[in-house]
């Protein structure tokens, strides 16, 4: 059967300081569209019925999401005992999966994106479900590039093999953020498509790419398969996590893979994942400004303003984020919005930890 994980941790630490510890950012509401775990979840209702849809993240987490979206309280959460990126989380999803399902499909979804099209999005999904049920594949869903964007990575598909469906490529590679020249080559070659971060395989397949490339892992995760349910589940877990690295699924397993397929998804797609995506998915004035709140702005243009509970007026500036909270104004040039949690590290460091 189709199952939908959905993986929910971290803070969001690029979208301080709305984003914070007991407020992350998957219950914000970034868009105004409505806490974005609430609209993952809600996208994937008519594709994978509610028993069907898991949620990683850790157990704090877990209890701030039932607490402040009380619709989780429905939710079947699968628990990491610390963070320790995807590849883990994916291994943690897909040990349980397949003690419920051993022919379990998994989608895997980042809980914090946004979606334009929903209709194209199931079935983009759909898709990719249908070619991976029969075989050892592995799908990703890959973005057309608009831009010579640096924040993304990237994935290049395979010219020199078949397509294998219409959208449907094979993979060449798989490249990091690059710099801006290599971005515009990328975007000018036409091989090169967004790394979305959404994922597409049987349980068992990834599994099986999980011990011939990342075998500690599996080896840990399979002590963790023998406890599930039990009253030792969260003492191995635990044990098997801090003594393990993190690793992404992108390095650890996906860049190795020999079967990896990529589905072109055209659903007006957005990670955002900086205040720079927000200004630019949100609704603009005629000079380009994205406003909420009491704001105000002349002779200025291309800013994000998200007042609070102050007027916040703007004079003679251009493309600057302005974001209030009840205790913090955060002012930074938007094109510097990936460096917003480099603030986060120095209150850190400074022990402001109020703040965080």
């Not at 690029?14 to 914000?28: A, D, E, L, M, T």
């Not at 509610?50 to 209890?63: F, S, Y």
């Not at 650890?252 to 998915?281: H, L, P, T």
Request: aromatic residues 8%.
């Amino acid at each position: 059967m189709l199952h939908a994980v959905i993986m929910a941790g971290g803070i969001g630490a690029r979208f301080w300081p709305k984003s914070r510890r007991n407020n992350p950012k998957q219950v914000i509401d970034l868009l105004g569209e409505g806490p974005m775990i609430q609209q993952t979840l809600r996208r994937i209702s008519d594709i994978v019925p509610l028993e069907n849809r898991w949620i990683v993240t850790n157990q704090e987490q877990a209890d701030l999401f039932v607490k402040l979206i009380p619709e989780l309280a429905d939710a079947r959460f699968i628990i990491e005992p610390m963070g320790r990126n995807t590849a883990p989380a994916i291994g943690l999803a897909a040990v349980r999966l397949l003690k419920e399902d051993p022919d379990a499909v998994m989608l895997v979804l980042p809980a914090d994106h946004r979606i334009g099209d929903h209709y194209a999005f199931r079935s983009c999904l759909l898709t990719a479900a249908e070619i991976v049920k029969d075989s050892e594949a592995l799908a990703t869903i890959g973005i057309e590039p608009t831009r010579p964007e640096t924040g993304y990575g990237y994935i290049q598909i395979d010219r020199s093999q078949p397509q294998i469906r219409e959208n449907v490529f094979p993979v060449k590679t798989f490249a990091e953020k690059p710099n801006p020249q290599t971005a515009k080559l990328f975007l000018e070659s036409g091989e090169f498509f967004w790394n979305s971060g959404m994922f597409i395989w049987r349980a068992d397949s990834i599994m099986r790419h999980i011990h011939d490339n990342l075998p500690d892992w599996y080896s840990g995760l399979q002590n963790i398969r023998v406890a599930l349910d039990t009253d030792k589940e969260k003492e191995v877990a635990q044990r098997v996590f801090h003594s393990n690295k993190g690793i992404s699924i992108d390095y650890g397993v996906m860049e190795n893979a020999q079967d990896v397929i990529i589905i072109k998804g055209n659903f007006g797609w957005s990670d955002v994942g900086s205040w720079d995506e927000v200004w630019r998915v949100r609704d603009h004035d005629a000079q380009g400004n994205a406003l909420e709140g009491e704001a105000i702005t002349v002779d200025a243009s291309d800013n994000l303003i998200l007042a609070k509970d102050k007027m916040i007026a703007v004079l003679g500036l251009s493309k600057l984020a302005v974001v209030e909270t009840d205790d913090v104004i955060l002012i930074c040039p938007l094109a510097e919005a990936q460096r917003v949690r480099d603030i986060v590290v120095a209150l850190e460091k400074k022990n402001q930890l109020k703040y965080l």
